[in-house]
């Protein structure tokens, strides 16, 4: 079935570095991906997405990239600051006509930022 | 613009009981989706309404029901609740359309004692 895997469970950077934030995806229908933050205690909160027309997308501080050749999705993070401590999903949509708006979520990444 | 609301947030119930969540979706909003998380499963997509109609569901059980009114509102239905159903349920809103950003609440954490 569908399935959207993440690389690491765990990532720990220094406040003030570059954090990357990797995905696997393994639909290549998937037309449409979204990165979520989750602190403890609230629910996901949207950070930024890309359509599968595009390669690369830029928002604060964050950077999102698409590499529909090897099914992977990146997330960037520029100047990590602590309040970026948080489990960060990604998520994606099939394209229109398939499983039409449920999102598939990986399992997620704990960052961790360090002082 | 208030943000999506869940209620209660907070439910202890036994096995074999009944439970039922409410979510308020931003203002404007036409579509509920509403999914499970727990630390084995991750997110779960359990189903989305539109316009008062089921438009698309996931893989649970009969058990996990749902239904939306007419101003949006949705509520969630869990019977016969089993252990493995202790989990944080979230609601996400959005106008509907499949890339439209969906906008989580803060969730209502289920124990099943």
């Known amino acids: 079935g569908e399935s959207v895997g993440l690389h690491l469970p765990t990532l720990s950077v220094q406040e003030g570095d570059n954090s990357i934030i990797n995905c696997a995806y393994s639909?290549?229908?998937?037309?449409?991906f979204i990165w979520y933050k989750q602190e403890s205690g609230k629910g996901p909160q949207f950070i930024i997405d890309?359509?599968?027309?595009?390669d690369k997308r830029q928002g604060q501080r964050v950077t999102v990239l698409l590499n529909k050749t090897v099914k992977h999705l990146s997330l960037q993070i520029a100047a990590t600051q602590p309040g970026d401590s948080a489990v960060y999903f990604c998520?994606?949509?099939?394209?229109?006509?398939?499983?039409?708006?449920?999102?598939?979520f990986g399992s997620g990444t704990q960052l961790t930022v360090l002082p | 613009k208030a943000g999506v609301t869940q209620t209660p947030r907070y439910l202890i119930k036994t096995r074999g009981q009944q439970v039922t969540l409410s979510c308020s979706p931003i203002s404007g909003h036409r579509s509920v989706s509403w999914y499970q998380q727990t630390p084995g499963q991750g997110l779960q997509f359990l189903f989305e309404?539109?316009?008062?109609?089921?438009?698309n569901k996931g893989n649970f059980p009969g058990r996990f029901s749902g239904r939306q009114f007419s101003n949006s509102r949705s509520e969630m239905n869990v019977s016969t609740l089993e252990l493995g159903d202790s989990a944080l349920y979230l609601c996400?809103?959005?106008?509907?359309?499949?890339?439209?950003?969906?906008?989580f609440g803060p969730g209502t954490r289920l124990t099943v004692l």
């Open positions: 309404y539109f316009s008062e109609t089921q438009r």
């Open positions: 998520a994606e949509i099939p394209r229109a006509g398939g499983s039409a708006r449920q999102l598939t």
């Open positions: 996400a809103s959005s106008l509907g359309t499949i890339t439209d950003t969906q906008y």
């Open positions: 890309i359509r599968s027309n595009m």
């Open positions: 639909n290549s229908a998937s037309d449409y």
